[in-house]
């Protein structure tokens, strides 16, 4: 075993913002039909191929594939060597929050990223030197950060003789590491010493009592890598306090409606709440719920809600599709009194909606039959004509996109809507 005195193995690439934002140009540029299938680590002096894949980056095809190969490492993008390329769940909620704008909440999962993959990452002396199954080697964080002094901080010096030992020239990964531990936001620079920052306090503490479960598998890891919110996950408990804090410093609760920015936050830890809960007892009396917030709550049903409509809007004519382009909406107001059955998690009083149709249809200028075919408001003539217009009009009298499991909105929340909301 390679010694976790001065023989730290690092692949001396970069885990730098401009790095993972090259990548994700790549990742677009996968998703297009020419490249499916296509094996992005293949041989540069065969493949034209790989010299046009790279020129979206304006890079050479060797260092394009280790770019890539580097998110990967990092648990930004998921292992293979075909495209397109595949976002871990982590991964995809970096570039969600990106793509949105919401672009602090997305340096803060970025920091997150880099500190999970560090934590979980050990090395050895195999031929690839390195794991992502801490238990076939050694976790170096864990050992630095239970080799801190009172000051929970090491000197440069130090660091560097606990990275590299006797190493000298070009073998010499001090640097490289002290790169990942800063970008990471664990640490920071200060007259010639590398400080802990204080971040993150609970899950470093799991860290540094980590003994990892010898009964996974390395697939196992790496979904645990993928997203660190799964069942087996050693660090569910502090990921899911770190989401929660995030959330709570983006005013995530006072932007609840507005889901189109804030849902890939919200929706990393819903989804694993949800996924545990009995369809027919996510009703926002259920004892289960005792301990969650109401955020969460209905979270947790809005994911449900486009999950079930397979993230379509259910606008006949309405074409509008995707995760962070749909919302559920309401048919009985959430800010009703519940009655009976109470509907402000009833599973059968959300509909998939874009946002348009979604502000349209909270409006009231439009509602359903109880047959859930669409009715329009004559009041939709006092709207200047749109696309919107054209396509909720055009699907007058049509039933509603149906949902995967087939099943339709309760007639009674249909009723209270088209009696309470609908302009007539």
Request: charged share 25%; hydrophobic share 35%.
């Amino acid at each position: 075993m390679a010694s976790i005195n001065g023989d730290w193995f690092h692949s001396r690439s970069s885990s730098n913002l401009e790095e993972l934002l090259a990548v994700r140009e790549l990742v677009i540029e996968s998703q297009k039909p020419d490249y499916s299938g296509w094996r992005w680590s293949g041989s540069r002096y065969t493949d034209p191929m790989q010299y046009r894949f790279a020129e979206i980056v304006g890079v050479q095809p060797s260092t394009m594939q280790t770019k890539i190969r580097t998110m990967i490492r990092y648990g930004f993008i998921k292992e293979g060597n075909l495209c397109p390329l595949i976002w871990t769940r982590m991964g995809s909620i970096w570039n969600d929050l990106y793509t949105i704008g919401n672009y602090i909440a997305a340096q803060q999962i970025y920091e997150l990223t880099l500190s999970i993959s560090l934590a979980i990452f050990a090395f050895n002396d195999s031929h690839a030197q390195y794991s992502t199954n801490p238990a076939q080697g050694d976790i170096p964080l864990k050992f630095l950060l239970n080799n801190l002094d009172n000051d929970n901080s090491i000197s440069l010096t130090e660091f560097s003789a606990l990275v590299d030992g006797t190493k000298e020239g070009v073998a010499r990964d001090a640097s490289y590491w002290k790169r990942d531990l800063i970008n990471s936001g664990l640490f920071n620079e200060l007259n010639d010493r590398l400080i802990y920052t204080s971040k993150y306090p609970n899950f470093v503490r799991e860290i540094k009592n980590f003994t990892p479960n010898t009964l996974l598998s390395d697939a196992d890891w790496e979904s645990i890598r993928d997203n660190p919110l799964i069942e087996i996950s050693p660090f569910k408990v502090s990921i899911k306090e770190i989401f929660e804090n995030i959330t709570q410093q983006q005013s995530i609760e006072e932007q609840i409606t507005d889901e189109i920015y804030t849902a890939p936050l919200v929706e990393a830890v819903s989804e694993e709440e949800e996924s545990q809960i009995p369809e027919l007892d996510i009703l926002s009396t259920d004892l289960r719920f005792a301990n969650s917030t109401r955020r969460m709550r209905n979270a947790a049903w809005a994911i449900r809600i486009k999950k079930k409509y397979n993230y379509i809007c259910a606008v006949p004519n309405c074409d509008v599709n995707g995760q962070i382009f749909v919302e559920a909406s309401h048919i009985k107001p959430d800010n009703v009194p519940d009655g009976a059955p109470p509907h402000r998690t009833h599973i059968l009083n959300g509909i998939c909606l874009c946002r348009h149709c979604h502000i349209a249809f909270d409006k009231g200028y439009f509602s359903l039959t109880d047959d859930h075919r669409i009715i329009t408001s004559p009041k939709f003539s006092e709207i200047v004509d749109q696309n919107l217009k054209t396509v909720i009009l055009s699907s007058n009298s049509i039933v509603i996109k149906s949902r995967i499991d087939s099943k339709m909105p309760l007639a009674e929340f249909i009723r209270y809507h088209r009696n309470f909301k609908f302009k007539n």
